[in-house]
């Protein structure tokens, strides 16, 4: 058999396969819990690690293909490992490895679907993501990519007795059907005729002329952006991620969108051979739109899981923002620049599937803990649940963006392409990126107010509710699941070298340049993307100082003064009669962010009068987008298929004119 | 025009197909349709006879046999019995005016010659210039059933469509093989029996054969 | 001689059953000459894929591997759908719906129907093509009427007319095509059949042939349900017993199509121009587009899926139309999954209609709470026939797709708004019957779900593997076409 | 090497033992200038002492987080300290954190003072905690546009080599800066609760920002809070004296020029306190839903800073 001699795709097929079997076996018995749980879900994180470590290990060595004999008789699945891949497939492996773990601890009988039923869809959804980064065809391609819609769709529905459940899964699959849509018709453009839909010949042959090209990027974008939440597709995805159970919901976010990240990238810089500039300027503005779009709503949310999910959108948008600027510099022989930038869309790539994943799960054993969804019920947690808090403490840090935690590292990278742009031949754009650098600043800041409001509301202050003081800490796997994240957003942001050089192999496969050599200039301790008088961070002396210098005042303090602690009822300017009701909820955390960016949200608003009899305040809070797009567009499929009901209506005598007319018309029309 | 007698006569009994396709299209009486409708059977199976005659075609005589008995005694009887039974001989049907159904018909007409002009000059038969009057013969059968509102005439409708390309079969091309023509007959005939059973069905169900009864499945 | 067997047993079945049709023991007698057929239809098969085609019986019969593939489909689905139809029918019959006159009818005329099928595959005569055909029509027109409602009556009298009317058509075009044929075969017998006409077919009047296709086209295709020939197919669909509905729009729908190929291929022979293709092509664009549309606004579940065939036939009708080898392949390809899937999908809706007693969709609701069976199988059933991976139906679709948009990129985009709009259509509505809370009772006769799964199984399989010995038929069905 | 190290520490100690100082004397002007009478100069550093003294008092609902809160604060402010370069351009850590760094510092410590003021539970803990991120997301991107202008001037983001580019090259007028300058007085203003968003003299409870989220805190954990928030208002001065009066600041390497870069800094900061007080003097409170525009014209500024950059200087 030919593809058994190169080892890392066959590890993958292996595991892909692995995973299929696992599924398969949760069937076997499909309602004992302990089998499900503590066999197979384990075996599945075991899996995962192992194929983080393979891919790792296939970025350095170079490409490897192999044709297995299944599939269309004139189009049997290519697959391909190369850097690009195999970067995408460590990022689903350590990820999924974190999420299987606190699934096996998440999990529960009489919950939902039964558990060998999730556990099929569950490791489907794992295996279709990662047929994804290894097919070479655009047959495979579809076929994974509309498996891992399917299997995501019958996991978000799975507590389909209630309603918006089942619309939130009916809206997701629809947008995902309508991309896939876009991204088969990509593939039309690309094969330019020839016929062949393996990548390999796309890769060959070009698109007759700038306007087709033009046309497969623009159908990659609407295609994949359909996936990522890219405004104004992103309509399921604020739906869809809290309906999930929240394992699901950390695996749609944290690796099913980068899936979408993945095509693109692939597209742009691997199937078609050039870009063109106003390209990177139309993806950049986008990604802002998106992220800041992201950002407001997430700041307005009062349900957890929907505040993530927006806070997706916006990550999703930060990283297309990097994608664009590749994509600007690539097209103007900037090779280093648009190196840096692919790197630190790549980079926050990873870390969002760390911190993402981390908070989602977080959010599992809230859930669990309390069966509250609702920040505005929620509160005090980090009395009865002090290791997740501690562990989200990290997660949120992270998200954030502050030193020395991982999504700050991103962001510094992200933002010194940034202020590398001048070099821009076009004027326009030396003039307008750093516009758009200030807008991401802004979006940066927001997503700490977001994170504080996040953290703050559910695990600080008091209980809002009186059930929430018997709230109980996560179990064991779960906190393992917890831990393997946690600790990964600590790695990543600490010791961000490595993974840089490691990303350089992913750079130059598709730019053909990497900032590898300039970073190692100055040690493996300092990150210097182009210098190191530029511009230079090093996240561990960081961590050190400040723990140094923490630890010293503390002793300090001890040991000239003292450490005495008396406990006493709040101050508070000296009012006594404090209860729970009194602190911020959600709602007034949004309120600042509704007032000042008052134009992006549609905002029906009750506020009571000095007068009422009975005050009550109330607010809604929506998206205008989907009054300006969706509705109209579902009103206009309403009227066309109203029109065709006239086609029948019943009579027999208008059916045989039918028929009469057009055999006339088609006699008429022959001779 | 030097045509051989047989051709002659061959296209007269064309001519009075048509007339008597016409000749249904207005008619409102469902009893004289039947007498009609079995009068088009005797047009056909002569015609057939004299095909045959002509051209010496033996299996042609047992088709203008057939014809004979299914189209002019049998079809017709059935159907005679039919509307006794169901005591509708009288029955009159309203239909969009006439007039107006006769100028399509008339349309129709000048269309089908038209149709079939390029291959009434390539053919080589004697008969060629009957398809046109076949096409038109079946067109306007068809108007006829658009035009009807009662179950029965619609079925008349169809089977003087069948009728309609028979003739061409026969005249334009010396008539199908055997097996082919067994097995037309054989539909046909049981296509009426079915018809009649529905008939009954039709009329225990709704008690009566109008068809604007059957106008419940749509899109609504 | 196993074409004789293949048509022999049905017509065995037919009369025997019309004599014992009432019995007890008469659906598994049902079953049995169903088998039987199977078997022979099967070995036929393996001949035809192994020695090529042959004529047998002077020539009144031919086999090659289009015909035969589609013999061995339909033998394989009328026998599955004896399966179904057991329970189902005696639920029916519990019901007090069904008496045992009308088992009998039930049983004879679905045996005569398989015959009349078969027959229309095997023949050699265009003529016997006609006839076979016309019987088929008149074999199912009664069990459209079965249950004798008014709405029953209503739809098979329209199946009626409007068939017996196209079909009409369709004699008239094969008496032009034989018109033509007699030219150059001389009269007699020989001028009508396939292989003397393909041996022939460019040396045919241009003019004439063009003509007996409009003929043809309009004819049979008022039996594929081409819009806007289609209008009797919902009603009949909805209205007759679910084994009936599952056949009519699982093999019925591919007989007629078969003619209209054939007919494609022997007018292109003559005309040389691609009109038939574009007929084709414009008709099967029209019904993908119109049926889409229609689905969206169905309230009853068979109705649904009745429309939801009328756009795949639309689909194999544009992609025959095409023509070209990819194309052709992706036809047949799609036929196969369309026959297997929908028969399927009727299967569970049968089921599920007589556990919740309607087939309005919005009073059936959580099927796979109370029958998960039942459920997953109509969801995934649902999922293929919409096409999405890896169930088999996207494969054809993904070839249709890609050929054209190379070739006629300007039918993509009707095509793809079509499949949108199916989509969101169809999957609300099943979503709908197969999530959500549920009253839903138990039956007298447990369904047998069994066939289901089997075809949903094999359409799996197409989906992600194609047996090559199963490529190697569908490319010899291509050459034909070359 | 060894001396770096030595300066690095010279500087990181003066600027820790010098807010006080610099608080001290912003209060005593103020108390000048508004004719009252002053408390006196090290006025702050008996403050913290008193503090230190006291025993600390826990609300009941305490959690760990609160406490720890303080201590890493005040490490926040001290890595701040060390980064910027106030006396010379050769500090070993100014490499581990560059002026997007130093934004994050900053960040950091306010995150966690947020944090802890809601972990009580209070109605004017969470009150601070929200208007203080609210006055921070204004602010922060005001901030980096403020940054990015020197550090586009300097190709560079590291503030060694911007001090180095702007101070120690040949003199070069630089108007870009100036709009820079304004918008970084505003941001300083802002993030270090000065008059007009707020008034770290008052315990108005509708006004205040930065005292609501102290408001549970006692003793040495205060006494951590108030000297971290000494700090950063020293830490800015010198990021300000830094990028647009980097006059007198010894370049790497020369460390006998120390003494006279010291006292350079010390003159620079009186001027500096002396500034602020007459501007807290003039200007008056403004209600907080002001401060959007505020920051916003402060924002705007900075963005035209990087604009004029790229129109007049390249």
Redesign the interface.
Known sequence: MPWFDFIPLNIVIGIILLWIALGVAGLIAPSNLQYVTRALLPLGAAAGVALAATAFAAMTQDAAVCVL??????LPFHLRIDALSAFFLALLGLASAGVSLFYAGYLRAGEDNSPGLTCLQYHLFLASMAAIFVADD??LF??????M??SSYFLV?SN??D?TT?SA??LY??IA??GA?GI??C???L?A?S?D?TFATMRAVEPASAGWMTVAYLLALFGFGAKAGLLPLHAWLPEAHPAAPSPVSALMSGVMLKTAIYGLLRVTFDLLNTQIWWWGVLTLALGLVTALFGVLFAAVQTDMKRLLAYSSIENIGIVLIGIGLAITFRAFDMHALAALALVAALYHCLNHAFFKCLLFLVTGSVLHATNERSLGRLGGLIHSMPVVAWLALIGTLAIAGLPPLNGFVSEWLLLQAFLLTPGLPNSYLNMLVPVAAAALALTFALSGYVMVKFYGVIFLGQPREEKLKAAHDAGGFERLGLLWLAVGCVLLGVLPVPIILQLGTVTSQLLGASIGDSVVASGWLFITPIAPERASYSPLIFLVVIAAVVLLVFLLVRAVYHGRVRRGAAWDCGFPLQTSRMQDTAEGFGQPIKRIFEMFFRIERHEPTPFDSAPYYKSRTEDRLWYWLYLPVARL??R??????V??RGR?HI??I??FA??IL??AF?? | MNLPLSAQLINLMAALLLLIAFAMLSQRRILSLIYLFAWQGAVLSANTLIVAWSTG?PHLYYSALITLALKVIVLPWLLHRLIVRLDIERDVETMINIPITMLIGIALVIFAFN?AL??AQ???TITRST?GIA?AS?LLS?LM?ITRRK?VP?VIG?LA??NG?FF??TS???G??M??EL??A??VL??TF??G??FF??RE??DSLD?S?????K?D | MEILLVLAFPLAGGIGLALFGHRRYAAELNSLFSFLTLAAAARLAVQVVDRGSFVAWDELFFVDPFNVFLVALTAFVSFTTTLFSRPYMRNEQAKGKLSPNMMRLYHSMYQVFCFTMLLALLTN?I??L??AM??AT?AT??LV?LY?T??S??????Y???C???I??A??GT?LV??AA??VLG???TA?LWTHLYGVKDQL?P??L??A???L??GYG?KVGL???H??L??AH??GPTPISAVLSGLLLNVALYAVVRSKALVDGALGTP?AGN?MMGFGLLSVV?AA?????QKDVKRLFAYSSIEHMGLTTFAFGMGGP?AT?AAMLHMTVHSLTKSAIFFVVGHAVQKTGTQQIDEIR?LN?TNPTIGWGLMLGT?AILG???FGV??SE??I???A??DHPWA?PFL?VA???A???V??KT??MV???TTAQRLPHSPALVPVFVHLALVLML????P?YL?AWY?QATQLFG | MIEAVLSQLFQTLLAVLLAPLMLGWINNCRAWLQNKSAPGLMQPYRTLRKLFHKDAVLAHNASSLFRVAPYLIFGCMVLAASIVPAIETNLPFAYAADAIALVGVFALARVFMALAAMDIGTAFGSLGARREMLVAFLAEPALLMVLFTPALISQSTSLNTMVATLGQREFALYPSLAYAAVAFVMVLLAENARIPIDNPATHLELTMIHEAMILEYSARHLALMEWAAAMKLMIYCTVGIALFAPWGIAAAGDWQLLPAATIALVAKLLLAGGGLAVLETVSAKMRIFRAPEFLGMAFLLGVLGMLTHFLLER
């Open positions: 004999p299944l599939g269309l008789p004139d655009g047959y579809m076929v994974a990519w509309e498996s819609a399917l529905t389909h007795r309603a089942r899964g009916f699959l629809l059907h309508v849509i088969l018709l593939f039309g453009v094969q005729g016929g839909y499929a309403e066309l298929s109203g029109w065709v009901g086609l029948q027999i059916y045989l039918y028929s057009t055999l088609l006699l022959a001779r | 075609q149709l390029p291959i390539w053919a080589q398809l096409i079946v068809f059933m179950a619609q169809f469509m069948e390309l061409a079969a334009t091309t010396y199908m093989p097996v082919v097995g037309i054989l539909d049981v296509g079915i018809f059973i529905f069905q039709i169900t709704f068809i009864n059957l106008e419940k499945l899109e | 005569n003529g016997i006609w006839v016309e019987a008149l027109v009664l009427s004798r008014p709405a009556l209503e739809a098979a009298w329209k009626f007319i409007l017996g009317v196209g009409a058509q004699l008239f008496i034989y018109f007699e030219r009269s007699g017998g009508l009047e003019t004439v063009g003509l296709f409009v003929f086209l309009v008022t819009a806007p020939l209008n009797w919902p009603d909805a209205e009109l007929l119109v549309f229609f689905l969206s606004r990819v392949f959580g709470i999922i999405m991976p890896p996207f494969a993904f070839m797709l890609t050929t948009m190379r993509t793809l499949l949108g709009v989509f969101a259509a999957f609300s979503q709908g999530f959500g809370d989906g992600l593997y194609i090559p490529a490319r």
